[in-house]
């Protein structure tokens, strides 16, 4: 079996980390702080591809992503 991430997958990290450094990182502090989260930030995410879920009542085909993927981006969120 071979566990190295696909080129897609890779390409889904570097999204997501360069989306969670760039619009997240700055203000995690003061989010924190103030204990909120802005939904407006859930829009932006939705182009980083890190809003969407292996299963959900609202996926479709173009929108579920697998297992693995949906770890990759809670992974490149959580870092920052």
């Known amino acids: 079996m071979d566990f190295r991430p696909t080129e897609e997958q890779e390409l889904l990290r570097r999204t997501v980390r360069e ?3 760039a619009e997240i990182r700055p203000h995690v502090m003061e989010w924190d702080e103030a204990q909120q989260f802005p939904r ?3 829009a932006e995410a939705r182009g980083a591809r890190a809003d969407r879920h292996p299963v959900s009542p609202r996926s479709t085909a173009a ?3 697998s297992a693995v ?3 990759i981006c809670i992974e ?3 870092r920052v």
């Open 40 to 42: 407006t930030l859930l």
């Open 19 to 21: 989306f969670a450094e």
């Open 76 to 78: 490149e969120l959580a």
């Open 69 to 71: 993927d949906y770890c």
């Open 63 to 65: 929108s579920a992503m």
